[in-house]
């Protein structure tokens, strides 16, 4: 597991690597990467903040646990490799986004041109045995990440906060709801797909962060043949 956090976020990070909690973590995956495969790979579990940084976030869109079959995860909340087939949530916020801002649906699940424009793809749980979704659940990743939410809220330039599902909801005590805004609705996962279709998300981010005085998101993601020197 990396010891380093990417530099904008070791001051308001750095602390928590330093505490207990966060070295029985340590330990914890350096157990599981001994007997089992994890995911992702130990240089990108942090790479939601390392292309995300602190002072740059406009979105933080909170997931819950990173894909578990192999070359899927690389440490972004929905997420998937280039090449890798697009899961079924991150489909039905392709649809959603084709039916409600007009884009085309990618032939790719690569978000980092979202990360780029500052919207923090954060899962609660950074990583995972192979095969067995929510095996690092309770492990005490959700105190870090519990941490960078709480350091986004107190930063003084606002944010859009996406909470999706039951599980992310959860988090709305970590915000300030006086300064920020809080967008929140179903999971698009298929269970609850029915909900999510037609919720408008992108058009309450985009009218939030106009608000705020942001530049903003450009939500199209290019397909794979069109950015092949953007890939890595």
Same mark, same amino acid.
């Given at each position: 597991?990396?010891?380093?956090?990417?530099?904008?976020?070791?001051?308001?990070?750095?602390?928590? *690597?330093?505490?207990?909690?966060?070295?029985?973590?340590?330990?914890?995956?350096?157990?599981?990467?001994?007997?089992?495969?994890?995911?992702?790979?130990?240089?990108?579990?942090? #790479?939601?903040?390392?292309?995300?940084?602190?002072? &740059?976030?406009?979105?933080?869109?909170?997931?819950? @646990?990173?894909?578990?079959?192999?070359?899927?995860?690389?440490?972004?909340?929905? #997420?998937?490799?280039?090449?890798?087939?697009?899961?079924? #949530?991150?489909?039905?916020?392709?649809?959603?986004? &084709?039916?409600?801002?007009?884009?085309?649906?990618?032939?790719?699940?690569? *978000?980092?041109?979202?990360?780029?424009?500052?919207?923090?793809?954060?899962?609660?749980?950074?990583?995972?045995?192979?095969?067995?979704?929510?095996?690092?659940?309770?492990?005490?990743?959700?105190?870090?990440? @519990?941490?960078?939410?709480?350091?986004? #809220?107190?930063?003084?330039?606002?944010?859009?906060?996406?909470?999706?599902?039951?599980?992310?909801?959860?988090?709305?005590?970590?915000?300030?709801? @006086?300064?920020?805004?809080?967008?929140?609705?179903?999971?698009?996962?298929?269970?609850?797909?029915?909900?999510?279709?037609?919720?408008?998300?992108?058009?309450?981010?985009?009218?939030?962060?106009?608000?705020?005085?942001?530049?903003?998101? @450009?939500?199209?993601?290019?397909?794979?043949?069109?950015?092949?020197?953007?890939?890595?």
């Amino acid at each position: 597991m990396p010891t380093m956090l990417p530099e904008s976020w070791q001051d308001v990070l750095g602390a928590e *690597l330093d505490k207990p909690y966060f070295q029985g973590l340590t330990e914890f995956i350096e157990r599981e990467r001994a007997g089992h495969k994890v995911f992702p790979p130990r240089d990108e579990v942090f #790479s939601a903040l390392e292309a995300t940084p602190y002072d &740059r976030v406009k979105v933080l869109l909170l997931g819950q @646990d990173p894909y578990h079959g192999e070359g899927q995860a690389h440490g972004m909340c929905f #997420s998937v490799r280039p090449g890798v087939k697009t899961p079924p #949530s991150l489909r039905n916020v392709f649809k959603e986004m &084709r039916e409600e801002l007009g884009h085309p649906v990618p032939d790719n699940g690569y *978000l980092m041109p979202w990360a780029r424009q500052g919207v923090l793809l954060l899962n609660a749980v950074l990583t995972v045995r192979e095969g067995e979704a929510n095996s690092h659940k309770g492990k005490e990743w959700e105190k870090f990440t @519990d941490a960078v939410i709480r350091a986004v #809220s107190q930063r003084p330039d606002p944010a859009v906060f996406v909470l999706w599902g039951n599980y992310a909801k959860k988090k709305l005590s970590l915000i300030d709801t @006086d300064r920020h805004v809080v967008v929140q609705g179903a999971h698009p996962s298929p269970l609850s797909a029915k909900l999510f279709l037609g919720s408008r998300p992108f058009t309450q981010i985009d009218k939030a962060i106009a608000k705020q005085g942001h530049a903003p998101i @450009d939500w199209r993601i290019p397909d794979i043949s069109s950015r092949a020197d953007q890939l890595l």
